[in-house]
T-cell receptor
Framework: GQQLNQSPQSMFIQEGEDVSMNCTSS?????WLWYKQEPGEGPVLLIA?????ELTSNGRLTAQFGITRKDSFLNISASIPSDVGIYFC??????????????FGQGTILTVHP | NAGVTQTPKFRVLKTGQSMTLLCAQD?????MYWYRQDPGMGLRLIHY???????AKGEVPDGYNVSRLKKQNFLLGLESAAPSQTSVYFC?????????????????FGPGTRLTVT
């Protein structure tokens, strides 16, 4: 099946630092989504991207849809302790038969030290 | 507007027992999904539904059955639980939104059910 390679697998940073993570695929996607999952909760949608080259922000979070349509990036600026969690990327393949099925990355575990 | 809800939140089963997990959404979404999440494995699709009365297999369907008798509910059943089914189960729902000239399906997740099979 399709695979998304998400990196890094984990990050340990100090409060105030910036964070970058990315996802790459061997397939082209027409939608990239970024989710955050806090301990004991379900994933929550942070940012959705629909066009190659698109750059979208949500507060301190900025995500980009790669030009090749095979990758996406998420940056968090000036991290704070509540940024702790697992961040997932997800891609949607083009075509009418995907029925909304998403391919998920393995997740990036973010730890922020005060 | 509760979004996606799941019951129960926790459950412990003995090997061979059966149970049903309930997912309900109040957003009038056509599409619903069941995932399992295991450490280091990300989210894997078990079954999904594109509308009331329809179901289809996902990536890891063996040992599970599903039903979508009502649009707002999606049930996941384990007929004979095995220790390998110990996991956290998430339900999600979506709708077809027109974005940049195509349909995009942003999925919204429930809070999860933590299942342990001993």
């Amino acid at each position: 099946g399709q695979q998304l390679n998400q990196s890094p697998q984990s990050m340990f940073i100090q409060e105030g630092e910036d964070v970058s993570m990315n996802c790459t695929s061997s397939s082209i996607f027409n939608t990239w989504l970024w989710y955050k999952q806090e301990p004991g909760e379900g994933p929550v949608l942070l940012i959705a991207l629909y066009k190659a080259g698109e750059l979208t922000s949500n507060g301190r979070l900025t995500a980009q849809f790669g030009i090749t349509r095979k990758d996406s990036f998420l940056n968090i600026s000036a991290s704070i302790p509540s940024d702790v969690g697992i961040y997932f990327c997800a891609g949607q393949l083009p075509g009418g038969t995907s029925y909304g099925k998403l391919t998920f990355g393995q997740g990036t575990i973010l730890t922020v030290h005060p | 507007n509760a979004g996606v809800t799941q019951t129960p939140k926790f459950r412990v089963l003995k090997t061979g027992q059966s149970m049903t997990l309930l997912c309900a959404q109040d957003m009038n979404h056509e599409y619903m999904y069941w995932y399992r999440q295991d450490p280091g494995m990300g989210l894997r699709l078990i079954h999904y539904s594109v509308g009331e009365g329809t179901t289809a297999k996902g990536e890891v369907p063996d040992g599970y059955n599903v039903s979508r008798l009502k649009k707002q509910n999606f049930l996941l059943g384990l007929e004979s639980a095995a220790p390998s089914q110990t996991s956290v189960y998430f339900c999600a729902s979506s709708y077809a939104a027109t974005r940049a000239g195509f349909f995009s399906y942003e999925q919204y997740f429930g809070p999860g059910t933590r299942l342990t099979v001993t």
